[in-house]
């Protein structure tokens, strides 16, 4: 599976954008995808992803704000950001892995296949 990330942009405060992880190769369906994130001089975190069959799970952080959503007929995963924080601004990967459930979603910071980063900056 190949992933491209778009939607990275420069947003003040309270603002939105939406990114968008486009797969290619494979059915995005059949696997575990979402987003991860990397702030300067953090580690890298998990963000937001769903499974094959659609569940979804986000980091304590980003609840109420964020929503991942998959297109199938696309082949592409988006986050919707919105009521944006300055503390949100980091490069954010989108992922995939296969076998993941719920339960387990967190691990997709062991992903099977990334895409390159885009960055989301949040002025206050």
């Known amino acids: 599976v190949q992933l491209q990330a778009f939607g990275g942009g420069l947003v003040q405060a309270g603002g939105s954008l939406r990114l968008s992880c486009v797969a290619s190769?494979?059915?995005?369906?059949?696997?575990?995808s979402g987003w991860l994130r990397q702030a300067p001089g953090k580690e890298r975190e998990f963000v937001a992803a769903?499974?094959?069959?659609?569940?979804?799970r986000y980091a304590d952080s980003v609840k109420g704000r964020f929503t991942i959503s998959r297109d199938t007929a696309k082949n592409t995963v988006y986050l919707q950001m919105n009521g944006l924080k300055p503390e949100d601004t980091a490069v954010y990967y989108c992922?995939?892995?296969?076998?993941?459930?719920?339960?387990?979603?967190?691990?997709?910071?062991?992903?099977?296949?990334w895409g390159q980063g885009t960055l989301v900056t949040v002025s206050s």
């Open positions: 992922a995939a892995r296969q076998g993941l459930i719920h339960s387990s979603l967190t691990q997709l910071q062991e992903a099977d296949y």
């Open positions: 769903l499974t094959w069959s659609g569940s979804t």
């Open positions: 190769g494979r059915t995005l369906s059949r696997y575990a």
